[in-house]
């Protein structure tokens, strides 16, 4: 029942289930029965998001000496620049718990 109505709205023009499947959160968010769980949206979602995690670009982390060697007055205008993994989400379900 989800696949075939997935594959109605969206269907595939990629040979990559993990590039087909990128609207998944957003059919389940908007489609019964699955819209009457929103559990199962925010999960697809947080799975979404584990693989753009996973893809990003690798970048030189600090480390806890570097971060100790940082003088103190700086601290209040330091700027640190997040990694390319690094997101912000929430929401409203307890799917990453559920997860």
Known sequence: MMVDGYLALYPSTH????IFAEK???YLAANTPFSDYPILADIAKFERLLLSTFDASDKTLLNVLE???IEPQQWPTLLLKLHPSVQLVVFNTMA???W
């Open 15 to 18: 040979t990559s289930l993990r």
């Open 24 to 26: 998944l959160p957003d």
């Open 67 to 69: 971060l100790e060697s």
């Open 96 to 98: 990453v718990e559920s």
